[in-house]
C-alpha cells in the first residue's frame, strides 16, 4: 500500500493505491459458504485498488480484480445463503486460460449517511453473479464488442429453415464469445408458431418445390446441379409451370376438360393452398432451424461436446415474438 492518508481532516482524505498478489481463496471458503453457499475449491486472487477522496467528501475508487483458475464446489446442502448461479458466473466471466478480470469502479459522497462501501461492492458482486441468469450474453457480450441479450436469438424468416447473413453475422460473434469461454456449453432450441408462420411456410415450400424441379431439368440434361443452387428470376415462370403441370391438386378446367391457362399469382395461389401446414410439420421446422444453428457453430471451431439440441419450442413466445432459435447456456 502506498500514498497519502490525514486520518484528522474532516471529512477523511486520502489518495492511496494497493494491490495483492496471488492470494489463495480456499482458505476464505468460510466466507464464500456463508455469503454464496458455496465453499472454494481452487482460485488465486491478486487485487489492484486506488482510492481517493476530495475535500469535499467525494470518493471514487477503482477496484480491479484478478481470479486466476476459481472453482467452487457444490452448494453446501443446509445453506441460507441466496441460491446464486455462481458456477455458472464462473464459466460465463472466465476466459480460456481460466482468468477472470474483473473492474468495479465505485463512487460516493463520505457525507451521505446511507453510503457504506463494503455492502456497496457486495451489492456489485452480487448483481454481476445474478445477471449470469437474467442476461447470460449482455455478460459475455461486453467483453466481444457489444451484442447483449439478442445475441441469444438467431432469426429465421417466416417459414424458413436457412440461415441469413445477418443470422451467419451474429452467430460468428457468438462462435467468438464461445472459443473464449471454454468452460461454457450451449443448447440451440428451435422455435415454430403453426398460425403466425402458416403462409410463410408455404411459400417455402413452393419455393423447394421450383428448386426441385430445376434440378430434375439438369438431371435430365446431364449437367450436374451447383453447388448452392438457385433460382433466377428469369427461371422461376417456366419452371413453376411445370411444378403447376405436375401437380396433383383440383385445376380450373376449361369448357372440353382441359386444364386453363392462369396467370402465375393463382398458380402460387392454388399451390401454396395445397401444402399442409401441421403441427407435426412445424415441429420439423424448429428442428431444421436448431440444427442449422448448431452446425453452423461446429462449423466455427466450436466442439461437438459443447454443442447440444434443446427440445422444439412451438407457439408464440411473448407479444414480440418472431421465428428463431435460441440460445441457452451452461457451465459444463
Known amino acids: 500500500i502506498d500514498g497519502k492518508l490525514n486520518p484528522l481532516a474532516q471529512p477523511l482524505a486520502l489518495d492511496i493505491r494497493g494491490k495483492v498478489r496471488n492470494l489463495e481463496l480456499p482458505p476464505l471458503s468460510p466466507y464464500t459458504v456463508k455469503y454464496a453457499g458455496h465453499g472454494i475449491e481452487r482460485g488465486k486472487l491478486s487485487v489492484d ?23 467452487f464446489g457444490d452448494r453446501v446442502a443446509g445453506s441460507e445463503a441466496p441460491n446464486l ?35 456497496l461492492i457486495f451489492r456489485l458482486i452480487v448483481n454481476l453473479i445474478g445477471k449470469a441468469v437474467t442476461a447470460p450474453f449482455s455478460l459475455i457480450a461486453s467483453a466481444f464488442g457489444g451484442g447483449g441479450p439478442e445475441m441469444s436469438q438467431v432469426a429465421f424468416g417466416e417459414g424458413q429453415r436457412t440461415l441469413d447473413a445477418a443470422s451467419r453475422e451474429r452467430l460468428d460473434a457468438v462462435a467468438k464469445a464461445l472459443v473464449e469461454r471454454p ?25 423447394q418445390q421450383v428448386l426441385a424441379e430445376k434440378r430434375r431439368a439438369l438431371a435430365r440434361s446431364g449437367t450436374p446441379p451447383a453447388e448452392g443452387l438457385t433460382v433466377s428470376a428469369q427461371e422461376y415462370a417456366a419452371l413453376l409451370q411445370e411444378v403447376y403441370r405436375r401437380a396433383d391438386i383440383p385445376k380450373p378446367r376449361n369448357v372440353i376438360g382441359l386444364a386453363k391457362d392462369i396467370p402465375q399469382a393463382e398458380m402460387e395461389a392454388l399451390l401454396m393452398a395445397a401444402v399442409p401446414v401441421t403441427t407435426d410439420a412445424l415441429r420439423d421446422l424448429a428442428v431444421a432451424r436448431a440444427v442449422a444453428v ?33 440460445l441457452r447456456l451452461a457451465p459444463r
Open 49 to 71: 485498488v486506488a482510492y481517493k477522496v476530495e475535500p469535499s467528501g467525494q470518493l471514487t475508487a477503482s477496484n480491479q480484480i484478478i481470479l486466476n483458475q476459481l472453482s
Open 85 to 119: 448461479p455462481i458456477k455458472l458466473a464462473v464459466a460465463l466471466l472466465a476466459d480460456r486460460q481460466g482468468v477472470i478480470d474483473i473492474n468495479l469502479p465505485v463512487s460516493g459522497s463520505l457525507n451521505d449517511p446511507q453510503f457504506r462501501l463494503a455492502p
Open 183 to 207: 468452460a461454457l456449453q450451449v443448447t440451440v432450441v428451435g422455435q415454430a408458431d403453426l398460425d403466425a408462420e402458416r403462409r410463410g411456410y408455404q411459400r417455402a415450400r413452393l419455393d
Open 294 to 326: 448448431k452446425d453452423y457453430l461446429a462449423s466455427r471451431q466450436l466442439p461437438e461436446d459443447r454443442l447440444f439440441l434443446g427440445a422444439p419450442v412451438l407457439g408464440r413466445q411473448g407479444g414480440n415474438w418472431r421465428p428463431q432459435a435460441e
